[in-house]
Structures are given as structure tokens and as C-alpha cells.
């Protein structure tokens, strides 16, 4: 992808410090990919960025930590922005293990991930390391059918990986920053049509009753005391009509529309 840009890594909540990339859509505005890492007794990244920023990534990550200090490296889905540094993150934490379930163990097969590398856990089982649990979860909206997202069960963040993750009309630091219709409008996520009201809604409540203090998502600014209003938002977004990305003429446009500052 092209015109990448690198944000820098930052501590976003307890115990979690952030690795952020932005990826421009000219005339559409910008997303986030991130990465996190929870500092407990056994450090824990969750997922690992994306492939074409992978020196960008390992110096950040350095800058962290000494990768071979990981002990966990979770990931919530096998998509290339989840996985695209998993291999050369391996190559430096010899003592960590990949963690999944058995359909990301095959989609990360594929990538012929070694087997004595993985631990594999399901939605409402525990990981521990050391000196917390961290609770593996099926968020209430996703694409990957592997997707596990965690709760902090310590420090009372959420990992929610893909769910509630929004084309933004610039680079922000804090989903505070974003207006409650911007984050109505941003949120795009055209399956969620197919789902009954009742159905979502009652996904959303179990979440809601986690009660974290902070969800962290692959594609949104970290987002503090503000779970009821991202939970309004994917309300909102089942009704919204899908979003159609643009054809080749639309292709040619974005590529001379100026970037997102």
C-alpha cells in the first residue's frame, strides 16, 4: 500500500502502549491499523501490524521492548494488517507462542506457522500470564470467522479488534476527538444488515456487561469511557446503507486527491 504513514508507538492505557499505522484512502480519509502491547509479568502482543511497514514496526516494538521478552503474541484474525509482521516478530521472541483457535491455527498454516508455536484457546476460556487473565471473546461484529478479541480481565480494557473500527476524516489520537455523527457515519460495516435488531443488540448488552474502562480496536483511536456510545454507533450502522467503494474512474480521482493530514 502505498503512502503509508507511521505513527508513533504511545502508552493508551494501563499497562498497554500502542503501535499505530495510518493508511490514507484519498478522498475518503484515513484508517488505523494497530497493534498493542500489555505489559504484564508475561508480555503480550496483540497482533502485529502490517507487512510493508515491518522495519518501521520491529524498530517501534525494539523501542518497547526487547522482543525476545515476549512470551504471547495474540492474534485476533489472520488478515495481512493482523499478521503482516507475525514472522519476522517470531524470528526475535524464540520463547513465544502464537495464540489462537483452530481456525486461525489453519489459516496461519498456510503460512506454515510451526505447530510447537501455537496455543490454541476458545471465546470464554482464559489465558493466563502472570500476573492477570486475559479472557478470549467473539466481539459482536466481525468478518474473519477465527476473530477472537480479549478482555483485560486486571486492568478492564478491550482488545475489540475489527469491531467498531471507522474511516476517519483525519489522523486522530483519542476516539474522543471524533464527534458522535462522525462516528455514526464512520462506522462501516454492510453485514450487520443481515442481522435482526434483537440479535445485535442483545451481542452488544453481553459486551456492555463486561464494563470495560477502555476499548482499544485495530482500526479506531483508543476509545476511554465511551463503550455506550460505540455501541449506539454499530446500532446505527446496521441501518446505515452499505458503502460502495468507487470503480476505476473513482480509483483514478483518489490517487491524485491530496492526503489526509
Not at 116 to 139: K, T, W, Y
Request: charged share 20%.
Amino acid at each position: 500500500m502505498q503512502h503509508l504513514m507511521t505513527m508513533t508507538s504511545r502508552r493508551v492505557a494501563a499497562d498497554v502502549d500502542v503501535l499505530e499505522t495510518y493508511a490514507p484512502f484519498p478522498g475518503y480519509g484515513v484508517i488505523a491499523i494497530n497493534a498493542h502491547l500489555i505489559r504484564s509479568r508475561e508480555p503480550v502482543l496483540v497482533d502485529t501490524g502490517i507487512g510493508a511497514l515491518e522495519a518501521d514496526f520491529m524498530r517501534e516494538l525494539r523501542r518497547l521492548i526487547d522482543p525476545a521478552d515476549l512470551r504471547w503474541i495474540w492474534i485476533t484474525h489472520a488478515d495481512a494488517d493482523h499478521v503482516g509482521n507475525l514472522r519476522a516478530v517470531l524470528a526475535e521472541a524464540p520463547r513465544a507462542r502464537v495464540v489462537t483457535n483452530f481456525l486461525g491455527m489453519g489459516k496461519l498454516g498456510l503460512q506454515q506457522m510451526p505447530l510447537d508455536r501455537v496455543h490454541l484457546i476458545n471465546p470464554g476460556q482464559a489465558l493466563d500470564v502472570g500476573d492477570r487473565r486475559l479472557l478470549a471473546l467473539r466481539p459482536p461484529s466481525y468478518d474473519a470467522p477465527e476473530t477472537m478479541g480479549l478482555l483485560d480481565m486486571r486492568s478492564r480494557v478491550l482488545f475489540s479488534s475489527d469491531c467498531f473500527g471507522a474511516l476517519l476524516p483525519k489522523i486522530l489520537s483519542d476516539a474522543h476527538d471524533i464527534t458522535p455523527a462522525t462516528l455514526r457515519e464512520a462506522i462501516d460495516v454492510p453485514w450487520l444488515s443481515q442481522l435482526t435488531a434483537p440479535a445485535l443488540a442483545n451481542a452488544l448488552a453481553e459486551l456492555q456487561a463486561l464494563a470495560p474502562v477502555a476499548v482499544l480496536g485495530s482500526h479506531l483511536p483508543p476509545a476511554t469511557g465511551m463503550t455506550d456510545l460505540l455501541v449506539e454507533s454499530l446500532l446505527a450502522a446496521r441501518l446505515a446503507a452499505p458503502f460502495v467503494g468507487p470503480d476505476q474512474s473513482g480509483l483514478e480521482q483518489m490517487t491524485r486527491a491530496p492526503l489526509a493530514a
